[in-house]
């Protein structure tokens, strides 16, 4: 079959596109940026890369003509306050687009939407589900509540709070009941999902043999991971209260902390197993999910993380438009240093970040993230999805990586971070040396105080990550 896969770079659809070529489809991947987007090369034969933006309705005339299914893999949650209204358009452009072409199926990934009260993220998904539901091919509508798997923002969340907190004191929506389900089995049901008659113009909710509450899967996780945890609900916590708590514990954004609390005051419980009975799917149990999910993490095989989605940063921009760093109205800190390995060098610059750190003033990195999460930035929490691979689009701690090309030998960074202007981080290995750049364009007065401000620093951070680096 001819399958167009949106949210081909998203946490869901990278790793659902190996699954659909080993079956033999053709799969058109649509990506806002394509230097993002690194399928690995075996699949090359059985893809063909969409560049669009569904906010953009003329960039969709790309879209083939015959699609037999398409995936809606896309959604704004943590981009913009006003996500709701972003997710509404694209799924009108969307639906606008392929009532124009022959499209036998649309599958799309919502979440469970079975109360009357539900919150704005929930509503949002259920809003574009009726949006989709209206064009002229037939609906599959999948329901999910909280997915489990390496990488996926419910399952670092709670590892985050697991690992990092003994003692919590939490808040009362720590009592919800949800039906949790491992990202294996989300999978195994898209993929079935494909071209399957049975479940044509028909929406069913999905979720693992498990209802528990959130305490109980954090509880479980600890015993998972052998560690006693203590946890006691308070009715005090606001929202907004809630939300900072789980910003400042976790590496979720603030908005996403907020969207998230919202939607956690709301039981997701699944009103039946019509989709598993249909598919013939046996879901893992919330324990076993959790121990694959580590499986994963400890032979680093994090295939994608939801930090690597572009809606995750804090800027909206196109890659491509930032990979040749300015020079006028710019500030630049240029470093060089010789080197004699070529090769122990890469791997140090591959490696640098998350839980390698940055080689020197360790303490100082993790104090601007603190400062960042303060103002509302991304911190450095965010990590690496990999401990060793870099690509363009990944999210290195409170940086976009821009380019990386290890044969070239140049690694490019942007900053996510609040700052009052825009910075690139750069390392280039060229004839011997290795060439480490800081740019940074002033954005008014106040981006000018802040470089200065920050100089006296440069000769502690940016000197001893050099000579690190660089060391035979």
């Given at each position: 079959m001819n399958i167009l896969l949106t949210g081909a770079t998203g946490y869901i659809g990278k790793r659902l596109l190996p699954a659909l070529v080993q079956?033999?489809?053709?799969?058109?991947?649509?990506?806002?940026?394509?230097?993002?987007?690194?399928?690995?090369?075996?699949?090359?034969?059985?893809?063909?890369?969409?560049?669009?933006?569904?906010?953009?309705?003329?960039?969709?005339?790309?879209?083939?003509q015959k699609i037999d299914v398409a995936y809606y893999l896309v959604h704004s949650m943590s981009a913009t306050a006003d996500y709701r209204e972003l997710?509404?358009?694209?799924?009108?452009?969307?639906?606008s687009a392929l009532d124009q072409r022959d499209v036998d199926q649309v599958i799309y990934l919502s979440g469970m939407v079975n109360e009357?009260?539900?919150?704005?993220?929930?509503?949002?998904?259920?809003?574009?589900?009726?949006?989709?539901?209206?064009?002229?091919?037939?609906?599959?509508?999948?329901?999910a509540g909280i997915i489990i798997g390496s990488g996926s923002a419910s399952f670092e969340i709670i590892r985050d709070l697991v690992e990092k907190l003994p003692i919590m004191i939490t808040p009362k929506w720590l009592r919800t009941r949800c039906q949790p389900i491992g990202i294996r089995d989300v999978l195994e049901i898209l993929r079935l999902s494909a071209g399957n008659r049975n479940v044509y113009g028909d929406n069913f909710d999905i979720g693992g043999p498990d209802i528990l509450s959130y305490k109980e899967m954090l509880l479980i996780y600890a015993e998972e991971r052998g560690l006693k945890r203590w946890i006691w609900t308070v009715p005090v916590m606001t929202p907004r209260?809630?939300?900072y708590w789980l910003y400042f514990v976790t590496s979720t954004s603030y908005r996403l902390a907020m969207a998230l609390v919202d939607s956690?005051?709301?039981?997701?419980?699944?009103?039946?197993?019509?989709?598993?009975?249909?598919?013939?799917?046996?879901?893992?149990?919330?324990?076993?999910?959790?121990?694959r999910a580590f499986d994963k993490i400890d032979t680093n095989e994090i295939v994608s993380s939801w930090k690597d989605a572009q809606v995750s940063g804090i800027k909206r921009f196109k890659q491509s438009e930032f990979i040749d760093v300015p020079t006028h109205g710019c500030f630049k800190d240029e470093r060089r240093k010789e080197f004699t390995d070529r090769e122990a060098v890469l791997n140090r610059i591959w490696a640098i970040g998350g839980s390698t750190g940055w080689y020197a003033a360790n303490w100082l990195w993790k104090l601007r993230g603190y400062l960042d999460k303060l103002v509302?930035?991304?911190?450095?929490?965010?990590?690496?999805?990999s401990l060793t691979e870099v690509h363009s689009g990944d999210a290195l701690d409170f940086w976009r990586v821009l380019y990386a090309d290890r044969e070239e030998g140049r690694l490019l960074l942007f900053a996510e971070m609040k700052v009052p202007g825009e910075a690139w981080l750069e390392f280039?290995?060229?004839?011997?040396?290795?060439?480490?750049?800081?740019?940074?364009?002033?954005?008014?007065?106040?981006?000018?105080?802040?470089?200065?401000?920050?100089?006296p620093f440069h000769g502690i951070v940016f000197s001893g990550m050099l000579r690190k680096l660089a060391k035979g």
């Amino acid at each position: 079959m001819n399958i167009l896969l949106t949210g081909a770079t998203g946490y869901i659809g990278k790793r659902l596109l190996p699954a659909l070529v080993q079956d033999g489809h053709f799969v058109y991947c649509c990506v806002r940026d394509r230097s993002r987007f690194h399928p690995p090369s075996s699949l090359s034969d059985q893809i063909e890369i969409l560049e669009m933006d569904l906010l953009e309705p003329e960039s969709l005339s790309v879209i083939p003509q015959k699609i037999d299914v398409a995936y809606y893999l896309v959604h704004s949650m943590s981009a913009t306050a006003d996500y709701r209204e972003l997710e509404q358009r694209c799924a009108r452009n969307f639906v606008s687009a392929l009532d124009q072409r022959d499209v036998d199926q649309v599958i799309y990934l919502s979440g469970m939407v079975n109360e009357d009260d539900l919150s704005e993220h929930l509503q949002s998904r259920k809003d574009v589900e009726a949006i989709l539901a209206k064009g002229s091919f037939a609906l599959t509508a999948l329901r999910a509540g909280i997915i489990i798997g390496s990488g996926s923002a419910s399952f670092e969340i709670i590892r985050d709070l697991v690992e990092k907190l003994p003692i919590m004191i939490t808040p009362k929506w720590l009592r919800t009941r949800c039906q949790p389900i491992g990202i294996r089995d989300v999978l195994e049901i898209l993929r079935l999902s494909a071209g399957n008659r049975n479940v044509y113009g028909d929406n069913f909710d999905i979720g693992g043999p498990d209802i528990l509450s959130y305490k109980e899967m954090l509880l479980i996780y600890a015993e998972e991971r052998g560690l006693k945890r203590w946890i006691w609900t308070v009715p005090v916590m606001t929202p907004r209260l809630s939300s900072y708590w789980l910003y400042f514990v976790t590496s979720t954004s603030y908005r996403l902390a907020m969207a998230l609390v919202d939607s956690m005051k709301v039981e997701v419980v699944a009103r039946d197993d019509r989709a598993l009975q249909i598919l013939d799917v046996q879901p893992a149990s919330y324990r076993v999910s959790v121990q694959r999910a580590f499986d994963k993490i400890d032979t680093n095989e994090i295939v994608s993380s939801w930090k690597d989605a572009q809606v995750s940063g804090i800027k909206r921009f196109k890659q491509s438009e930032f990979i040749d760093v300015p020079t006028h109205g710019c500030f630049k800190d240029e470093r060089r240093k010789e080197f004699t390995d070529r090769e122990a060098v890469l791997n140090r610059i591959w490696a640098i970040g998350g839980s390698t750190g940055w080689y020197a003033a360790n303490w100082l990195w993790k104090l601007r993230g603190y400062l960042d999460k303060l103002v509302g930035g991304v911190g450095l929490r965010r990590g690496r999805t990999s401990l060793t691979e870099v690509h363009s689009g990944d999210a290195l701690d409170f940086w976009r990586v821009l380019y990386a090309d290890r044969e070239e030998g140049r690694l490019l960074l942007f900053a996510e971070m609040k700052v009052p202007g825009e910075a690139w981080l750069e390392f280039c290995l060229d004839d011997g040396e290795l060439v480490q750049t800081a740019t940074f364009r002033p954005q008014g007065l106040l981006g000018r105080l802040y470089w200065y401000a920050v100089l006296p620093f440069h000769g502690i951070v940016f000197s001893g990550m050099l000579r690190k680096l660089a060391k035979g």
